[in-house]
């Protein structure tokens, strides 16, 4: 099954309308987005909790890392740069964090309130080698920003 990105962005926006809690938020944009996609093996959020900081937020899958620096790994890359991570290959990724030894691919984004605030990243995690594409980053990209722009 592939993503329907237009549909899950309306089942999101359904859900989430007029709520301003930030897992909460968190807690429904990983349910949904994993069961949109068999690719998707591991997704959800880790938080920045304190300076260069990231602890793990609401998800579904296995287990995750409980505590990843931004010096370390896809998502800490993504905090400590507010760029989206795109990897094709974890094993050729510098300094990755094997949190599932299962991990072959993964996509993670940075996660920001409505003032612009870094909240924390959303990790996509595949068992599939290169699983992700630019629309993927894109698309998703989209629903979290209109996602978290309501978050206070």
């Known amino acids: 099954m592939r993503v329907n990105y237009e549909e899950l962005g309306r089942v999101i926006s359904a859900l989430t309308e007029n709520e301003t809690d930030t897992v ?7 349910c949904e987005v994993h069961h949109s996609d068999d690719r998707f093996d591991w997704t959800g959020f880790y938080r920045v909790v304190g300076p260069e900081l990231l602890k793990i937020g609401p998800y579904q899958g296995g287990h995750g890392c409980l505590v990843i620096p931004f010096s370390r790994g896809v998502c800490g890359a993504a905090a400590r740069t507010g760029d989206v991570q795109l990897v094709a290959d974890v094993e050729a990724f510098p300094g990755h964090i094997a949190c599932s030894s299962s991990t072959r691919s993964e996509l993670v984004l940075p996660v920001r ?37 309501q978050a206070v």
Not at 24 to 30: E, H, I, N, R
Not at 129 to 134: C, G
């Open 113 to 149: 309130d409505s003032a612009g605030k870094l909240l924390g990243v959303f990790d996509i995690d595949s068992d599939q080698p290169d699983a992700f594409t630019q629309e993927d980053a894109e698309k998703i990209t989209e629903i979290i920003d209109r996602t978290f722009a």
């Open 24 to 30: 909460s938020l968190m807690a429904t944009v990983a």
